[in-house]
């Protein structure tokens, strides 16, 4: 475990996989809602396979965040919610995938109760990446 904790953290990886989490779930959804909007499949499948790749690399994204972890962090209350939210995201990210997933089998649109949960997301992530980024960006 301790070598993984050197790779993360001689890496920067965390940082890196944020990046990709934090891209592809706001572009999912917003594709999802042009999708609905203008009725387009090539837009539907987009916000399809950009949740996709999301839901595969936000659980990466989550365990680097642990093995990130600075001493400094310990009782920073803005780190601390940084970590526990961003973990909870990165779980609740399944149930969000699993309810695209079956309109994806259906060939359908998302609908607006999905549209909802989705921007609830995207803004729990938002919130989530600037406690994160104020904390290492601050302390620079």
Same mark, same amino acid.
């Given at each position: 475990?301790?070598?993984? $904790?050197?790779?993360?953290?001689?890496?920067?990886?965390?940082?890196?996989?944020?990046?990709?989490?934090?891209?592809?779930?706001?572009?999912?959804?917003?594709?999802?809602?042009?999708?609905?909007?203008?009725?387009?499949?090539? @837009?539907?499948?987009?916000?399809?396979?950009?949740?996709?790749?999301?839901?595969?690399?936000?659980?990466?994204?989550?365990?680097?965040?642990?093995?990130?972890?600075?001493?400094?962090?310990?009782?920073?209350?803005?780190?601390?919610?940084?970590?526990? @939210?961003?973990? !909870?995201?990165?779980?609740?990210?399944?149930?969000?995938?699993?309810? $695209?997933?079956?309109?994806? $089998?259906?060939?359908?649109?998302?609908?607006?109760?999905?549209?909802?949960?989705?921007?609830?997301?995207?803004?729990?992530?938002?919130?989530?990446?600037?406690?994160?980024?104020?904390?290492?960006?601050? !302390?620079?």
């Amino acid at each position: 475990m301790e070598i993984l $904790r050197q790779f993360v953290n001689a890496t920067k990886l965390h940082p890196i996989l944020v990046n990709f989490t934090a891209a592809l779930i706001p572009f999912s959804v917003f594709s999802d809602c042009l999708a609905k909007y203008k009725k387009n499949i090539f @837009l539907r499948e987009t916000g399809w396979w950009a949740l996709l790749c999301a839901t595969v690399v936000t659980p990466l994204t989550a365990a680097a965040g642990w093995l990130f972890w600075m001493k400094d962090d310990n009782g920073v209350l803005g780190m601390t919610i940084h970590k526990w @939210l961003g973990t !909870s995201l990165a779980i609740l990210l399944f149930g969000l995938f699993y309810s $695209r997933h079956r309109l994806h $089998r259906q060939q359908k649109f998302v609908n607006s109760f999905y549209i909802a949960i989705a921007i609830i997301f995207v803004l729990a992530l938002i919130v989530q990446g600037h406690l994160g980024g104020s904390q290492t960006y601050s !302390s620079m």
